[in-house]
């Protein structure tokens, strides 16, 4: 059956079940790209204020330290909002269908970006200003916590056998655009005057994410909801409370996500707090100079990202992986002593490394691989929960290496040491996880055979 031909959207014949939707793997694909792409660009750009200009504008000027420490936590607030969106969304996302689920998403996700762009200083209102800071990033973490989940588990349920990995990596090289978005309009806003940046300039990115929903909204809203949630709902299969069930059938692999999941420290220390760092009186350097860093090995991935899951449909989720972490723990090294020596050349060449090459060999694989861990009946809530519990380590990970930093030209290395082991804990678990790439879509996440 053809991806290119027209389909309808199911209806339902009065006493009868749904007419089965066609897969649509590449309309699905660009859906997910679209959406992951203004999701994560508005979830970043927040994380680019918060190392840039939040700690003046949201926070008192007493202790430069503790308003930086202060910012990057309310970047971790939205993290610890994650799991909560997860939960919810992953509920609605196996009741009622992943297509709605992905609509909502987006939504909220763009309402609570642009009220960050609205809000009163510190200076203007005070105490409140940090209050509602941090209830608009509540909204942008809930909408995430079902993104990531929604956007991989409907791409999954449209994609042909054998390049599950593939067309479900389109989630990810749209988060790698977002990011690179993000980027490439924050780097004329850091470079204006002072005074405009921190008057009017920084609120630029979060208006400008409006404009931008739209267009992924109306890609989402034309697409079909997937055969196997249609085929689910027609065999009176959707559970009443999938998170109950979920926990009653498949709790360990709930657990192996979890684990899992740390591998996104890299990101967050590497973008978050790596800009942080680079950018303050122990390093130096320029906040334009470090976002062309990021662009750069966020323009790799966005390649790297597909070519690493197609790969593992080759060769197996497992071994690509395991690799790409361990690869990981030593780059975040290499990559932290590089920005110690101020060399612009050896952190461009360590950051395209660690974020461009290595990273994407895990980065490109979690939206196919955590989806195929469970069953249909529960894959939205068992892929949301995993990871957004274990991502929440990752949302908190940039005011942790702040906390944990050392003095002088080595201080960078506790936090080197910090994210590492937790490239190790996601090599293990996935390690303990079964191999899912050439297991059908209809027997994922059932019991393996007893041998």
Not at 21 to 38: D, I, N, T, V
Not at 92 to 106: A, E
Not at 121 to 129: N, P, S
Request: glycine share 10%; aromatic share 12%.
């Amino acid at each position: 059956m053809s991806a290119h031909t027209p389909t309808p959207t199911a209806t339902r014949p009065p006493g009868g079940r749904s007419a089965p939707p066609r897969a649509q793997p590449r309309k699905a694909a660009l859906a997910a790209f679209l959406g992951s792409m203004l999701e994560y660009y508005d979830f970043f750009i927040y994380g680019s204020a918060a190392a840039l200009v939040f700690p003046t504008l949201f926070f008192s000027s007493g202790n430069p330290a503790v308003g930086t420490i202060s910012a990057l936590a309310t970047f971790g607030v939205g993290y610890a909002a994650r799991p909560l969106g997860g939960i919810i969304l992953g509920h609605f996302g196996d009741k009622v269908g992943r297509k709605k689920v992905m609509v909502f998403t987006l939504l909220m996700m763009g309402v609570s970006s642009l009220v960050v762009g609205l809000l009163p200083t510190y200076e203007q209102v005070g105490i409140i200003a940090p209050v509602l800071l941090v209830i608009a990033r509540l909204g942008q973490g809930i909408s995430a916590g079902g993104e990531a989940a929604g956007a991989s588990t409907l791409t999954l349920e449209h994609s042909p056998e054998g390049r599950r990995g593939f067309f479900t990596s389109f989630a990810m090289s749209g988060t790698m655009a977002g990011i690179l978005l993000a980027n490439f309009v924050f780097i004329p806003v850091a470079a204006l005057p002072e005074d405009q940046l921190m008057s009017w300039g920084w609120r630029v990115p979060f208006w400008l994410s409006i404009a931008m929903i739209v267009l992924a909204y109306v890609v989402r809203r034309r697409l079909d909801e997937t055969p196997v949630f249609v085929a689910e709902a027609d065999a009176e299969e959707l559970q009443p409370l999938p998170l109950a069930h979920l926990f009653r059938t498949q709790w360990a692999d709930v657990v192996k996500v979890m684990f899992a999941s740390l591998f996104a420290v890299f990101q967050t220390v590497f973008m978050v707090f790596g800009l942080a760092y680079a950018t303050s009186d122990a390093v130096g350097l320029e906040r334009s100079t470090m976002l062309w860093v990021s662009v750069a090995a966020n323009a790799v991935a966005v390649v790297a990202v597909p070519a690493s899951a197609a790969l593992s449909d080759r060769v197996g989720r497992r071994p690509v992986w395991i690799t790409s972490a361990l690869s990981c723990a030593v780059l975040v090294c290499v990559y932290f002593w590089a920005v110690s020596t101020e060399s612009i050349s050896l952190i461009v060449v360590a950051a395209v490394l660690l974020n461009g090459f290595a990273y994407s060999g895990m980065n490109g694989l979690w939206p196919a691989y955590f989806s195929e861990l469970f069953a249909a009946r529960v894959r939205y809530s068992g892929f949301a929960t995993g990871s957004q519990f274990g991502f929440l380590l990752a949302g908190f990970a940039p005011a942790i290496g702040f906390a944990i930093m050392g003095d002088g030209v080595t201080g960078w290395i506790p936090v080197a040491v910090f994210a590492a082991a937790c490239g190790l804990v996601s090599a293990v678990a996935v390690l303990t996880a079964r191999e899912t790439h050439k297991v059908p879509l209809a027997e994922l996440g059932k019991p393996l055979p007893r041998r």
